[in-house]
Nanobody, 124 residues
Framework: QVQLVESGGGLVQAGDSLRLSCAASGRTRSFNDMGWFRQAPGKQREFVAAITWSGRNTYYTDSVKGRFTISRDNAKNTVYLQMNSLKPEDTAVYYC?????????????????WGQGTQVTVSS
């Protein structure tokens, strides 16, 4: 079993920053790549960012490039999402996920382990 627990969400104003954390526990050797997804009300869950085990490769959806940074600390089994210059359209529940299959790294179906989500609300 793998457990993923997100933290760091909250209510901020446009232009502010937040850092999300995702702590993994359990059979952490079951996966390598980690990702962040988000789901806004009435919308499908979408890819935000991902990072390979080494941290050498990172991937972002276009709308967050230059504003968000994903990183990881394998010693702590923790992945982070630094979010800067937040916009109201970033408002969503943010989910941490662990990839355990061969689908493209931005594909939701490639992630078999999910956290419970943390709410991020950006006011204008």
């Amino acid at each position: 079993q793998v457990q993923l627990v997100e933290s760091g969400g909250g209510l901020v104003q446009a232009g502010d920053s937040l850092r999300l954390s995702c702590a993994a526990s359990g059979r952490t050797r079951s996966f390598n790549d980690m990702g962040w997804f988000r789901q806004a009300p009435g919308k499908q869950r979408e890819f935000v960012a991902a990072i390979t085990w080494s941290g050498r490769n990172t991937y972002y959806t276009d709308s967050v490039k230059g504003r968000f940074t994903i990183s990881r600390d394998n010693a702590k089994n923790t992945v982070y999402l630094q979010m800067n210059s937040l916009k109201p359209e970033d408002t969503a529940v943010y989910y941490c996920a662990a990839r355990d299959s061969g689908w493209e790294i931005f594909e939701l179906r490639g992630y078999g382990y999910w956290g419970q989500g943390t709410q991020v609300t950006v006011s204008s």
